[in-house]
């Protein structure tokens, strides 16, 4: 068991402790960033539509008569990425399913907001 969280929040002229969720979110959060940070290093800009490679999604797709735009594929990319981190709850807890999980879920977030913009 952990000691009570003694982190605060500056609200108006007092500080009131931070509230559990928000505490270990904003932790999370974090440590979160910290990998997407990495993974740029290991894999550069993978993800940005001048270096997406997907021959074997637009075969598959095609296959079945369909043909996407690049911007399209992305977001059909990201998410099966989000599918395959689910199917690996299914095996022992691994923190990095999930820390993993929380990118992937926020980065097709992005990718579909930004679809779905008006330009």
Avoid at 24 to 32: F, L, N, P
Wanted: include cysteine.
């Amino acid at each position: 068991m952990t000691d009570i969280d003694t982190t605060y929040v500056q609200q108006g002229s007092t500080k009131t402790p931070k509230a559990t969720f928000e505490d270990k979110a904003d932790q999370t959060i974090e440590r979160v960033k910290g990998i997407y940070a990495q993974r740029k290093t290991q894999y550069k800009d993978s993800w940005a539509l001048s270096n997406q490679s997907a021959r074997l999604t637009n075969m598959s797709l095609e296959i079945f008569g369909y043909h996407l735009q690049p911007e399209q594929v992305r977001i059909l990319q990201a998410s099966v990425l989000c599918d395959i981190k689910d199917s690996r709850l299914i095996g022992p807890y691994n923190s990095d399913t999930l820390l993993d999980s929380i990118a992937y879920r926020s980065f097709l977030t992005g990718l579909i907001e930004e679809y779905n913009t008006p330009k």
